[in-house]
């Protein structure tokens, strides 16, 4: 069978994926992954890549031209709402950008099904049967037809959804449940990263989208760490300087492949890294902000298995707590073995004909 893998030309949207395309390449089907920009890093996974995504789109320029014509929308994307007003327009944005270099390729491959994450859309307007992959505790369906009706082409109700998230973290409406496994390509890993340190570590990882005040974080956890008796590790610091001596740092590495080393990890609640410490059972601090983060920071904190803080609350006490709070440990193990019990991609992958819808 000829499977169609879209996503967004956005790392964090892409990765998710790849778990489930590997395992579908390796039941035997054909896989093609179409997405664009940093995405495109994905090529380095030995599966078929194709770029459907215009030179010319750039979610910057796009975003501003919605802060601009549309201030309350913007004001409430960034108090972190929860709606999707904003995502919805710039998304359906980048969906019509990708229809036509999509539709091309569908003519070309004639694939059988498209499997694309809830904000490429585009996946759905190809006129083949669709599958939405959600990608992290949001309701795909919703976000694909709310992106859908901001879109010019014309876009098919999906047949079904595969749902990653926990049902103790974020209970959804029926659909395939998958495990979500940690995906984030290869890379070194230093040698001191990947045995326990002798004492707690606490990683510190930031956005891989820039913007405004994304390195706040990490600098409050820096200033913080002094005064904890752990390790810090900081992922792609803005600054190395001057820091303390428990404080170490390190360019880009695959963080799934460091979690099992770490006891807590800081980060900006994105749902690939929220989603993959869960899987690796490492308790979390979400900093809320603008899109999903704040959603995600909230449901992380009511399971238990994190803590939630901005910059300025961050303190010698709070870090503490993340690693030594019995509370925080047991639920994110009770999180984790949730995950590890629901079916594998590769599960999922064996009996992909009777997932499928037929054209």
Request: charged letters at 20%; proline letters at 9%; glycine letters at 10%.
């Amino acid at each position: 069978m000829r499977v169609l893998v879209v996503a967004a030309p956005l790392l964090g949207h892409v990765f998710p994926l790849m778990p489930l395309a590997h395992a579908l390449h390796d039941a035997g089907h054909d896989v093609v992954v179409a997405t664009g920009g940093e995405a495109l890093r994905v090529r380095d996974s030995g599966l078929h890549v194709e770029d459907v995504v215009p030179a010319n789109v750039r979610f910057g320029p796009i975003a501003l031209r919605i802060m601009l014509t549309h201030p309350l929308v913007a004001k409430r994307e960034m108090q972190g709402s929860g709606r999707l007003d904003f995502v919805s327009r710039m998304f359906g944005r980048v969906g019509d950008a990708m229809t036509e270099p999509l539709q091309r390729l569908a003519r070309n491959w004639q694939p059988d099904v498209v499997v694309h994450e809830p904000l490429a859309v585009a996946g759905s307007a190809l006129g083949v049967p669709s599958i939405v992959h959600d990608v992290s505790v949001f309701d795909g369906l919703e976000l694909t037809r709310a992106v859908g009706a901001r879109m010019k082409a014309e876009v098919r109700s999906p047949a079904t959804v595969l749902r990653t998230a926990p049902q103790s973290l974020k209970e959804l409406p029926a659909g395939q449940p998958m495990r979500f496994v940690a995906y984030s390509g290869d890379g070194e890993v230093p040698q001191w990263l990947a045995e326990p340190a002798g004492r707690p570590r606490i990683l510190v990882s930031r956005s891989t989208a820039p913007g405004p005040g994304s390195g706040r974080m990490m600098a409050a956890v820096a200033k913080a760490a002094e005064h904890v008796d752990a390790e810090f590790v900081l992922v792609r610091p803005e600054r190395a300087e001057g820091l303390p001596d428990n404080v170490r740092t390190v360019g880009w590495v695959p963080i799934p492949r460091v979690l099992p080393f770490c006891d807590g990890i800081v980060h900006h609640g994105g749902a690939g890294t929220l989603l993959g410490a869960l899987a690796a059972g490492v308790p979390q601090l979400v900093e809320p902000g603008p899109g999903d983060r704040t959603v995600h920071a909230n449901a992380i904190t009511a399971r238990g298995a994190g803590l939630r803080a901005s910059p300025r609350d961050v303190t010698p006490q709070l870090l503490t707590q993340l690693i030594e709070d019995a509370r925080l440990q047991r639920a994110a193990g009770e999180v984790r073995d949730e995950i590890a019990a629901m079916p594998a991609p590769s599960e999922v992958a064996a009996k992909w004909e009777d997932l499928t819808p037929r054209k």
